[in-house]
């Protein structure tokens, strides 16, 4: 498939997240391996590889942590954010005071590996679902502090976001149901506190709060652990009233059967979550 690419993330919000990482692998010695075995003024050149073909991410991140170990470091990329490359690829060369490249390695490469993963699965996922019109997206399911690159790293992929955030939209699920006392009620309180701006969404997870809910007056629902038989029953009931999103515990081994039933979305929190790190490496290069 033909992917658009996915604007750059600006460096002022990818900054805290290198020297958070660098903080943790520096400690309190610094990089002792390289201060032992490196002298101090060597040069060297090393080339970041990709050892599996897949879609990169993260070369930003990449940069990044060579240069807040060393701003000399000479970073040139050959590949940018969103391209399926083949294994053997050379996708960046470094080059520069030989101690400080060893010691930013890790953390480039962790960043890379990890979100080039997600863009690779993210990818193949979207790729299997090509003929149906669901759109694949992302969820809340990240690990903390790393939200806003895992989610640019499933637009890289040809994914879309779900709420980045608690405060980009309200989503009724069942917890908020069961204490405000039904899903009426819910729908109601926030209707009235979202004016025309913020966007409302009700979880369902059967045909009867369906029901309730397009009774309401929601124009998106996310229908939540339903088999296939009754997703296709809730699409049907939701046509001209709703879009649909599916959601619960999807793989990329159920993805095809949601998306035959003509969901508009498939929310997997597996993309942020379960999927493989791409196996990325930093090369010398003599």
């Given at each position: 498939?033909t992917?658009?690419?996915?604007?750059?993330?600006?460096?002022?919000?990818?900054?805290?997240?290198?020297?958070?990482?660098?903080?943790?692998?520096?400690?309190?010695?610094?990089?002792?391996?390289?201060?032992?075995?490196?002298?101090?003024?060597?040069?060297?050149?090393?080339?970041?590889?990709a050892?599996?073909?897949?879609?990169?991410?993260?070369?930003?991140?990449?940069?990044?942590?060579?240069?807040?170990?060393?701003?000399?470091?000479?970073?040139?990329?050959?590949?940018?954010?969103?391209?399926w490359?083949?294994?053997?690829?050379?996708?960046?060369?470094?080059?520069?005071?030989?101690?400080?490249?060893l010691?930013?390695?890790?953390?480039a490469?962790?960043?890379?590996?990890h979100?080039?993963?997600?863009?690779?699965?993210?990818?193949?996922?979207v790729?299997?679902?090509?003929?149906?019109p669901?759109?694949?997206?992302c969820?809340?399911k990240?690990?903390?502090?790393?939200?806003?690159?895992?989610?640019?790293?499933?637009?890289?992929?040809?994914?879309?976001?779900?709420?980045?955030?608690?405060?980009?939209?309200?989503?009724?699920?069942?917890?908020?149901?069961?204490?405000?006392?039904?899903?009426?009620?819910?729908?109601?309180?926030a209707?009235?506190?979202?004016?025309?701006?913020?966007?409302?969404?009700?979880?369902?997870?059967?045909?009867?709060?369906?029901?309730?809910?397009?009774?309401?007056?929601?124009?998106?629902?996310?229908?939540?652990?339903?088999?296939?038989?009754?997703?296709?029953?809730?699409?049907t009931?939701?046509?001209?009233?709703?879009?649909?999103?599916?959601?619960?515990?999807?793989?990329?081994?159920?993805?095809?059967?949601?998306?035959?039933?003509?969901?508009?979305?498939?929310?997997?929190?597996?993309?942020?979550?379960?999927?493989?790190?791409?196996?990325?490496?930093?090369?010398?290069?003599?």
């Open positions: 498939m992917v658009k690419k996915e604007p750059a993330l600006d460096d002022v919000l990818l900054k805290p997240l290198v020297e958070v990482a660098l903080t943790e692998d520096l400690g309190r010695r610094g990089d002792v391996t390289s201060q032992a075995t490196i002298p101090a003024n060597m040069q060297a050149k090393l080339e970041i590889k050892r599996q073909a897949g879609v990169i991410c993260g070369m930003d991140l990449a940069r990044l942590s060579f240069a807040m170990v060393d701003p000399r470091i000479e970073f040139l990329a050959q590949v940018a954010d969103g391209e490359v083949d294994a053997g690829t050379v996708l960046a060369s470094v080059r520069g005071n030989a101690r400080h490249l010691t930013a390695e890790r953390t490469l962790n960043f890379m590996t979100l080039s993963g997600i863009a690779t699965d993210t990818r193949k996922i790729d299997s679902v090509a003929e149906y669901a759109q694949i997206t969820t809340r990240t690990i903390p502090g790393l939200r806003i690159v895992q989610k640019y790293a499933v637009r890289c992929g040809g994914g879309r976001n779900h709420r980045l955030g608690l405060d980009d939209a309200i989503l009724i699920k069942d917890n908020h149901i069961a204490i405000a006392g039904d899903i009426k009620t819910a729908i109601e309180q209707q009235n506190f979202a004016g025309h701006l913020i966007p409302i969404e009700v979880e369902v997870d059967t045909l009867a709060q369906l029901a309730q809910a397009l009774d309401a007056g929601v124009s998106l629902v996310l229908l939540d652990n339903m088999s296939p038989e009754i997703l296709a029953q809730a699409v009931m939701c046509k001209g009233r709703a879009r649909t999103e599916a959601s619960g515990g999807i793989t990329p081994e159920t993805v095809q059967a949601a998306a035959k039933t003509g969901v508009d979305f498939i929310a997997m929190g597996y993309l942020t979550h379960s999927t493989t790190a791409l196996d990325i490496g930093l090369d010398f290069s003599a």
